[in-house]
């Protein structure tokens, strides 16, 4: 069955560090991927996605994810994080050819102190 | 504004009653979806609806039921047989022309 692995689930930074948070997908054929976040009190908003092409995709707010399909990896990376980046961040995968169904991560929480 | 709607925020009940979770989107999107959120454990997929009348079970669908009698509207009934229905509660609907998933603002409900 398809499934998606987030392992850090509480990360804790100061400001101006860079994050990398991990995500890893079992599933062998075609995937769309995406990172979620939902801020404090907010509801969850669409952070990025990768579809095709370029495996280095580019979103809002500085942060970006890499594609590694020999690795089954979609890291959400941000080089200088800022205090506002205080969120829980959830990454998710679409399996092609399984319904539109979004599977999510587990989650990691994200503390930013100033 | 267009977006979608969750109603009750926050909602109570006594073990053994059912209750009914509203959602209502007015994107005009064809395929809607309800998650449930608990700590730890990420969203975790209930039910989902791709086309108005039709509806497929999710991850975690014992002890819920949906509709899908109008293109709008995705209610989700938790009731009596869900042995552990104390969650936050989310509903989405899916642009098909992005593949992007928009989320209502939740419901939490806690059963007494």
């Known amino acids: 069955a398809q499934s998606v692995s987030q392992h850090n689930h509480h990360v804790i930074l100061s400001e101006a560090a860079s994050l990398e948070l991990g995500c890893n997908y079992s599933?062998?054929?075609?995937?769309?991927l995406f990172w979620y976040v939902q801020y404090p009190g907010q509801h969850l908003q669409l952070l990025l996605k990768?579809?095709?092409?370029?495996?280095l995709v580019k979103g809002i707010k500085g942060f970006e994810a890499e594609f590694i399909k020999s690795k089954f990896s979609f890291n959400l990376r941000k080089p200088s994080v800022q205090w506002s980046d205080t969120a829980e961040y959830f990454c998710?995968?679409?399996?092609?050819?399984?319904?539109?169904?979004?599977?999510f991560g587990t989650g990691t929480r994200l503390q930013v102190f100033p | 504004d267009g977006g979608i709607t969750q109603s009750p925020k926050y909602l109570f009940r006594k073990e053994g009653q059912n209750v009914t979770l509203s959602c209502e989107q007015n994107l005009n999107h064809d395929a809607m979806y309800w998650y449930r959120q608990d700590p730890g454990q990420g969203l975790r997929l209930i039910y989902y609806?791709?086309?108005?009348?039709?509806?497929q079970k999710g991850d975690i669908a014992e002890g819920y039921s949906v509709s899908r009698e109008k293109k709008e509207s995705f209610p989700l009934t938790v009731t009596s047989a869900q042995k552990n229905p104390t969650a936050f509660y989310l509903c989405a609907s899916l642009y098909s022309g992005s593949g992007e998933l928009f989320f209502g603002e939740g419901s939490r409900l806690t059963v007494l």
């Open positions: 990768y579809f095709s092409g370029d495996p």
């Open positions: 609806s791709q086309i108005v009348n039709d509806f």
């Open positions: 599933y062998g054929g075609t995937v769309n």
């Open positions: 998710a995968v679409n399996a092609l050819g399984n319904t539109d169904k979004l599977i």
